[in-house]
């Protein structure tokens, strides 16, 4: 498949990109580098800075070059920023969604997977999560999400557009060859915050929050590797095949980790000591989040390779131990 890869420059896409060269497809990138880093995407795939509220430039990309599946992963995804900068995440992850969208159906192309998050459902009554409960985001950035998931559903029943939504958990870890990994700018994420202070390049790592009704009082969450991610991109396209088709699949390993529990694995792991502060909890966190993946893997026969903390981490470290700095490093 010829596949459009929207956000390829980013954390997530970049991984993707090479797992569908690796299946056998072709990538096509298209990112505006506002976050994305032009170094992750190989030098092989095609390349086009260009913002997806461009509908012009959108419109030249679908004419010349035959696109059969658009993946989407070029969105904002700061939660807290969401709240501060509602229509900047309006803006470029609903609007800038449906002008790609809009551009796509025009040039007959039909099959798209989007990115979605666990932050749609908002405050859950039980856990594991299951697709079918009730989505009710508490921020802004959940919101976009959700409003493109319905909008997609508008469009597979008005104009059979087949699509896949998944909604992931924590994406965390790196390609195995260490090549590609999280950087992120600002970084706020737990797990490369946890190096980058291990390796002296941070401030001590703040734990926010010791004393949630947690087992150890730090927050759990379904960290999952971000090429697991990736695989099940892959796995759907056959379901695409199905004109109108409407999926929602979570993606997660299902195993609660602890921030304590990270901070364990990075310590072991590179063999470097975390210095931690206690802080406060920060605002909208949940104490828990985890999935329950069984759609994914009943439907698409996705099975996650890292199922646990550590494996992960491993992964991690291959990166932070070789570009301690992220893609500045050269
Ligand atoms: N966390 C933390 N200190 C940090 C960053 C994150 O204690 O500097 C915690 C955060 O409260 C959450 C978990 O680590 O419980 C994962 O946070 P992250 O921002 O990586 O992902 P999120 O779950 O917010 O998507």
Redesign the pocket.
Known sequence: MKVLVAGGAGYIGSHCVRQLIAAGHKPVVVDNLSYGHKAAVPDTVPFHDVNLGDSVALDRIFKNEQIDVVMHFAAF?Y?GESVTKPLKYYINNTSATYTLLDSMLKHGVKKFVFSS???TYGIVKSLPIVEDMPQAPINPYGQTKLDVEIALKALAYGQGLSFATFRY??A?GAAEDGSIGEDHNPE????P??FGAAQGLRPA?????DD?PTPDG????DYVHVDDLSRAHIAVFEKLEQPGAALFYNLGTGQPT??RE?ITAVEKVSGLKVPVNY?T??E???PA?YANSTKAQTELGWKPKYLSIEPIIETAWRWHERKPKGYQDR
Do not use: K, M
Not at 188 to 191: N, P, S
Not at 205 to 209: A, R, T
């Open positions: 995804a939660v998050t666990c932050a958990f924590n965390a706020t994420h737990l797990i915050l946890a790592l703040q734990i926010f929050g949630y730090t927050c759990l969450r602890s921030v990270v802080t909890r920060r909208g966190d949940p989040l």
